[in-house]
């Protein structure tokens, strides 16, 4: 017997889950605000009922807090967290290098390097928001590059915040241009099969994006967040 797959339409709930999601992730929604469903319904032209639902399961995400008595609210993120965040990326990036390394990376060296070319792209033409979609993508080659997904479960957990932090983090050129290098050098330590190096410039990369949204929130400049030019030079470039 022979069945075709049917083809579900998107839900109204999905269709502003979609929506709210890039909305904070982009910066379109502060993180903080205050959310009233009645005014996202009006908004996005729907009734209140599928706006509820896109706000329950956005909690689920960690981007949106639901408190009885407060309401509902962008989330915040503490200086804390951003160590907390920093920590599980740490050990499920490398862990997911440590695997394609051990199953064989040339899969994750081709992906890589069409992320790459598309990042250069991208800030040819100055889009910083594909920019920060592609970094995204990049990393996201090398959490399902693992084969894990069990590891790709535990990145989705945490992939909307740390899209919403990298957004605030890479608001202008000087910070752009220099994560695309980083990006660049951590491509060719893959394709190099340089595994530690691989290690250490990607937890230093990680590490990195708390000290930029840190400099962000407090206004300081971005030398001042710790990845300068000078630090990066210092990291392995072949």
Do not use: C
């Given at each position: 017997?022979?069945?075709?797959?049917?083809?579900?339409?998107?839900?109204?709930?999905?269709?502003?889950?979609?929506?709210?999601?890039?909305?904070?992730?982009?910066?379109?929604?502060?993180?903080?605000?205050?959310?009233?469903?009645?005014?996202?319904?009006?908004?996005?032209?729907?009734?209140?009922?599928?706006?509820?639902?896109?706000?329950?399961?956005?909690?689920?995400?960690?981007?949106?807090?639901?408190?009885?008595?407060?309401?509902?609210?962008?989330?915040?993120?503490?200086?804390?967290?951003?160590?907390?965040?920093?920590?599980?990326?740490?050990?499920?990036?490398?862990?997911?290098?440590?695997?394609?390394?051990?199953?064989?990376?040339?899969?994750?060296?081709?992906?890589?390097?069409?992320?790459?070319?598309?990042?250069?792209?991208?800030?040819?033409?100055?889009?910083?928001?594909?920019?920060?979609?592609?970094?995204?993508?990049?990393?996201?080659?090398?959490?399902?590059?693992?084969?894990?997904?069990?590891?790709?479960?535990?990145?989705?957990?945490?992939?909307?915040?740390?899209?919403?932090l990298r957004s605030r983090a890479h608001d202008d050129t000087h910070v752009v241009d220099r994560s695309l290098e980083t990006h660049r050098r951590?491509?060719?330590?893959?394709?190099?099969?340089?595994?530690?190096?691989?290690?250490?410039?990607?937890?230093?990369h990680i590490d990195n994006t708390g000290r930029d949204y840190r400099a962000w929130l407090s206004g300081r400049s971005l030398d001042a967040a710790?990845?300068?030019?000078?630090?990066?030079?210092?990291?392995?470039?072949?």
């Amino acid at each position: 017997m022979n069945l075709e797959k049917l083809s579900r339409p998107e839900s109204l709930a999905e269709m502003a889950q979609r929506e709210l999601r890039n909305a904070i992730i982009e910066g379109r929604l502060k993180l903080g605000d205050q959310l009233s469903e009645i005014r996202l319904s009006k908004m996005l032209g729907i009734s209140k009922t599928p706006v509820r639902e896109a706000l329950m399961q956005l909690r689920r995400e960690g981007l949106v807090q639901i408190d009885p008595q407060r309401g509902t609210s962008i989330f915040r993120i503490e200086d804390e967290e951003i160590d907390q965040i920093a920590g599980l990326r740490r050990l499920l990036e490398t862990e997911a290098v440590r695997l394609i390394f051990r199953n064989g990376r040339e899969d994750a060296v081709r992906e890589m390097r069409k992320v790459i070319e598309r990042m250069e792209r991208a800030i040819a033409k100055g889009d910083f928001q594909a920019y920060r979609r592609l970094d995204a993508d990049f990393h996201m080659v090398l959490i399902e590059g693992s084969g894990n997904p069990y590891l790709v479960a535990a990145y989705n957990l945490i992939s909307a915040k740390i899209g919403a932090l990298r957004s605030r983090a890479h608001d202008d050129t000087h910070v752009v241009d220099r994560s695309l290098e980083t990006h660049r050098r951590l491509f060719r330590l893959l394709e190099a099969g340089e595994e530690q190096a691989l290690y250490e410039l990607l937890a230093f990369h990680i590490d990195n994006t708390g000290r930029d949204y840190r400099a962000w929130l407090s206004g300081r400049s971005l030398d001042a967040a710790g990845e300068t030019p000078a630090a990066l030079e210092a990291m392995p470039s072949r």
